[in-house]
T-cell receptor
C-alpha cells in the first residue's frame, strides 16, 4: 500500500527558516497536503498542492514538490515560536477514493 | 461555518463499557472519515463514508468497532465493549468529493480524546 515518511523531529531558532521533508511512494497521488497539529488540538489544514504543480507559495509557507523523486517539502520562513507543533504530510489518490494517507508527523520545536 | 463538530471532546470510561463518539460534518460535505491517532501507530483511517454509505471499512480494527451515518449531517463511531488499548484520539473529517482542485480539501474536527481504564 501507500507509504508516507517524515523525519520525527526538527529544531530551529526563532527567525530562521524551517524545512520539513516528506517522501511518499504512491506515484498516482493526486493531491498532497500539509496539516499542523498543536498540542491537544485537531489537525489544521495549512496548505496543499496538486500533483501537476512543483511549487506553491502562501505567505510564509512554500511547498515544493519533486514528483520524480516523490519528495514534498514545507518551508516556513521567519519561523516563530507559535509555529511549534507537529506537521503532517498527507497524500490523496483520487482513484482510490478521497482517503488521505498520513506520514508519522514531524515535531517542530522553535527556540527563542 | 462551524467546521466539523465532534463530541464528546474528552471521555474517560471503564473497560467493558460502551463508548459512542459523535460527529457532525460540515454542511454540504458528502464524504466523512473516521481516523484514530495513537503515539504508536500515528493517524489511521478507520472508515470512510460517501453519501452516507460506508465505502471502505478495512481500517476498523475489530468487530467491537462499528460506525453509522444515518443521514448527511450525523455519524457515530461506537466501541462495545471498550478496552484500554482503544485509548486514542478519534478524529472525524469531512470533504465535498467530486469537486475540482480547490474543493477536495479534507477538514478535521478537534477530536474526541478517549481514555479507557
Amino acid at each position: 500500500g501507500e507509504d508516507v515518511e517524515q523525519s520525527l523531529f526538527l529544531s530551529v531558532r526563532e527567525g530562521d527558516s524551517s524545512v520539513i521533508n516528506c517522501t511518499y511512494t504512491d506515484s498516482s497521488s493526486t493531491y498532497l497536503y500539509w496539516y499542523k497539529q498543536e498540542p491537544g488540538a485537531g489537525l489544521q489544514l495549512l496548505t496543499y498542492i496538486f500533483s501537476n504543480m512543483d511549487m506553491k507559495q502562501d505567505q510564509r509557507l512554500t511547498v515544493l514538490l519533486n514528483k520524480k523523486d516523490k519528495h514534498l517539502s514545507l518551508r516556513i520562513a521567519d519561523t516563530q515560536t507559535g509555529d511549534s507543533a507537529i506537521y503532517f504530510c498527507a497524500e490523496m489518490n483520487n482513484n482510490a477514493g478521497n482517503m488521505l494517507t498520513f506520514g508519522g508527523g514531524t515535531r517542530l520545536m522553535v527556540k527563542p | 461555518d462551524a467546521g466539523v463538530i465532534q463530541s464528546p471532546r474528552h471521555e474517560v470510561t471503564e473497560m467493558g463499557q460502551e463508548v459512542t463518539l459523535r460527529c457532525k460534518p460540515i454542511s454540504g460535505h458528502n464524504s466523512l472519515f473516521w481516523y484514530r491517532q495513537t503515539m504508536m501507530r500515528g493517524l489511521e483511517l478507520l472508515i470512510y463514508f460517501n453519501n452516507n454509505v460506508p465505502i471502505d471499512d478495512s481500517g476498523m480494527p475489530e468487530d467491537r468497532f462499528s460506525a453509522k451515518m444515518p443521514n448527511a449531517s450525523f455519524s457515530t463511531l461506537k466501541i462495545q465493549p471498550s478496552e484500554p488499548r482503544d485509548s486514542a484520539v478519534y478524529f472525524c473529517a469531512s470533504t465535498q468529493s467530486g469537486q475540482p482542485f480547490s474543493g477536495n480539501t479534507i477538514y478535521f474536527g478537534e477530536g474526541s480524546w478517549l481514555t479507557v481504564v
